[in-house]
Protein backbone atom coordinates (compact mmCIF):
# COMPACT_ATOMS: atom_id res chain seq x y z
CA UNK A 1 0.00 0.00 0.00
CA UNK A 2 1.40 3.75 -0.94
CA UNK A 3 1.12 6.37 1.34
CA UNK A 4 1.13 9.04 -1.26
CA UNK A 5 -2.86 10.04 -0.63
CA UNK A 6 -2.13 10.83 3.45
CA UNK A 7 1.24 12.73 2.31
CA UNK A 8 -0.98 14.73 -0.28
CA UNK A 9 -4.02 15.00 2.30
CA UNK A 10 -0.96 15.93 5.02
CA UNK A 11 0.53 18.69 2.25
CA UNK A 12 -2.83 20.52 1.56
CA UNK A 13 -3.95 20.60 5.13
CA UNK A 14 0.03 22.08 6.13
CA UNK A 15 -0.43 24.25 3.27
CA UNK A 16 -4.07 25.87 4.15
CA UNK A 17 -3.45 26.12 7.87
CA UNK A 18 -0.29 28.41 7.00
CA UNK A 19 -1.94 30.06 4.65
CA UNK A 20 -4.83 30.95 7.60
CA UNK A 21 -1.79 31.37 10.22
CA UNK A 22 -0.21 34.19 7.32
CA UNK A 23 -3.17 35.61 6.93
CA UNK A 24 -4.07 36.74 10.87
CA UNK A 25 -0.05 37.77 10.75
CA UNK A 26 -0.71 39.85 7.88
CA UNK A 27 -3.80 41.63 9.06
CA UNK A 28 -2.56 41.88 12.70
CA UNK A 29 1.09 42.82 11.28
CA UNK A 30 -0.88 45.92 9.25
CA UNK A 31 -2.35 47.42 11.76
CA UNK A 32 -0.06 46.62 14.97
CA UNK A 33 2.54 48.96 16.19
CA UNK A 34 5.34 48.69 14.28
CA UNK A 35 7.58 51.49 15.51
CA UNK A 36 7.75 54.57 17.95
CA UNK A 37 8.83 57.73 16.60
CA UNK A 38 10.06 60.16 19.88
CA UNK A 39 10.84 63.73 19.11
CA UNK A 40 13.10 65.52 21.25
CA UNK A 41 11.85 63.78 24.55
CA UNK A 42 8.74 65.20 24.50
CA UNK A 43 6.71 63.71 21.40
CA UNK A 44 5.87 60.29 20.67
CA UNK A 45 4.21 58.77 17.96
CA UNK A 46 3.21 54.87 17.39
CA UNK A 47 2.57 54.03 13.69
CA UNK A 48 1.31 50.81 12.02
CA UNK A 49 1.54 50.38 8.76
CA UNK A 50 -1.71 51.34 8.24
CA UNK A 51 -1.84 54.01 10.60
CA UNK A 52 1.50 55.31 8.47
CA UNK A 53 -0.26 54.84 5.69
CA UNK A 54 -3.31 57.50 6.66
CA UNK A 55 -0.42 60.18 8.16
CA UNK A 56 1.71 59.84 4.90
CA UNK A 57 -1.82 60.82 3.38
CA UNK A 58 -2.24 63.35 5.86
CA UNK A 59 0.99 65.21 5.29
CA UNK A 60 0.37 65.09 1.31
CA UNK A 61 2.93 62.60 0.36
CA UNK A 62 0.30 61.29 -1.60
CA UNK A 63 3.03 59.13 -3.92
CA UNK A 64 4.89 57.58 -1.27
CA UNK A 65 1.53 56.73 0.35
CA UNK A 66 0.47 55.22 -2.48
CA UNK A 67 3.37 53.38 -3.47
CA UNK A 68 3.92 52.15 0.66
CA UNK A 69 0.06 50.85 0.37
CA UNK A 70 -0.04 49.40 -2.90
CA UNK A 71 3.04 47.15 -2.12
CA UNK A 72 2.52 46.24 1.36
CA UNK A 73 -1.08 46.12 2.10
CA UNK A 74 -2.62 45.96 -1.61
CA UNK A 75 -0.69 43.26 -3.29
CA UNK A 76 0.06 41.37 0.05
CA UNK A 77 -3.91 40.79 0.20
CA UNK A 78 -4.16 40.49 -3.44
CA UNK A 79 -1.17 37.16 -3.61
CA UNK A 80 -2.85 35.51 -0.26
CA UNK A 81 -6.32 35.69 -2.00
CA UNK A 82 -4.65 34.34 -5.38
CA UNK A 83 -3.17 31.60 -2.71
CA UNK A 84 -6.98 31.06 -1.39
CA UNK A 85 -7.61 30.99 -5.10
CA UNK A 86 -4.63 28.05 -6.44
CA UNK A 87 -5.32 26.12 -2.62
CA UNK A 88 -8.95 25.65 -2.98
CA UNK A 89 -9.65 25.07 -6.41
CA UNK A 90 -8.26 21.81 -8.26
CA UNK A 91 -6.85 24.43 -11.44
CA UNK A 92 -7.92 27.94 -13.11
CA UNK A 93 -7.29 28.80 -16.82
CA UNK A 94 -4.36 31.07 -16.34
CA UNK A 95 -3.19 29.83 -12.62
CA UNK A 96 0.29 28.60 -13.77
CA UNK A 97 1.39 32.02 -15.17
CA UNK A 98 -0.18 33.54 -12.01
CA UNK A 99 1.91 31.36 -9.96
CA UNK A 100 4.95 31.73 -11.77
CA UNK A 101 4.50 35.73 -11.49
CA UNK A 102 4.19 35.92 -8.00
CA UNK A 103 6.73 33.56 -6.96
CA UNK A 104 9.19 35.13 -9.62
CA UNK A 105 8.42 39.39 -8.85
CA UNK A 106 6.09 38.81 -5.81
CA UNK A 107 9.34 38.53 -3.39
CA UNK A 108 10.86 41.64 -3.13
CA UNK A 109 7.18 43.72 -3.18
CA UNK A 110 6.38 44.09 0.40
CA UNK A 111 9.55 43.66 2.45
CA UNK A 112 11.66 45.88 0.44
CA UNK A 113 9.29 48.51 0.10
CA UNK A 114 8.43 48.59 4.09
CA UNK A 115 12.16 48.97 4.38
CA UNK A 116 12.70 51.67 2.03
CA UNK A 117 9.63 53.49 3.74
CA UNK A 118 11.49 53.24 7.48
CA UNK A 119 14.92 54.51 6.02
CA UNK A 120 13.04 57.36 4.25
CA UNK A 121 11.44 57.84 7.47
CA UNK A 122 14.31 57.49 9.12
CA UNK A 123 17.14 59.95 7.34
CA UNK A 124 14.05 62.58 6.74
CA UNK A 125 14.22 63.11 10.20
CA UNK A 126 17.89 62.23 11.28
CA UNK A 127 18.93 63.28 14.77
CA UNK A 128 16.02 65.38 16.18
CA UNK A 129 13.88 61.64 16.13
CA UNK A 130 14.45 58.64 17.76
CA UNK A 131 12.80 54.93 16.60
CA UNK A 132 12.11 52.22 18.45
CA UNK A 133 10.87 48.96 16.50
CA UNK A 134 7.97 46.98 18.27
CA UNK A 135 6.90 43.71 17.80
CA UNK A 136 4.18 44.63 15.11
CA UNK A 137 7.12 44.58 12.44
CA UNK A 138 7.95 41.23 13.23
CA UNK A 139 4.54 39.64 12.66
CA UNK A 140 4.35 41.55 9.31
CA UNK A 141 7.91 40.78 8.24
CA UNK A 142 6.45 37.05 9.16
CA UNK A 143 3.98 37.08 7.33
CA UNK A 144 5.82 38.32 4.04
CA UNK A 145 8.08 35.35 4.87
CA UNK A 146 5.29 32.79 4.79
CA UNK A 147 3.93 34.29 1.93
CA UNK A 148 6.73 33.40 -0.19
CA UNK A 149 7.27 30.73 1.97
CA UNK A 150 3.28 29.65 0.72
CA UNK A 151 3.76 30.72 -2.85
CA UNK A 152 7.03 28.91 -3.37
CA UNK A 153 5.49 25.49 -1.81
CA UNK A 154 2.33 26.00 -3.73
CA UNK A 155 3.98 27.05 -7.64
CA UNK A 156 6.24 23.80 -7.06
CA UNK A 157 3.36 21.33 -5.85
CA UNK A 158 1.24 23.00 -8.77
CA UNK A 159 4.60 22.23 -11.32
CA UNK A 160 4.29 18.11 -10.07
Given at each position: ??N???A?LR?K??????L??T???L????????????Q???F?S????V?G?W????????????????????L????L?L???????G??TGQK?????????G??A??D???V????V???L?AV??I???W???????A??????LT???S???H?
Amino acid sequence: MSNEPTAALRSKLFIRMTLILTTGLLLIGLVSPMLTMSQFYFFESSFSVVGGVWSLFQDGQILLALIVAIFSIVLPLIKLSLLYLTTLQGSFTGQKKILVLMHDYGRWAMLDVMVVAVLIVTVKLGAVVTIDIHWGLYVFASAVVLIMFLTHIISKNKHE
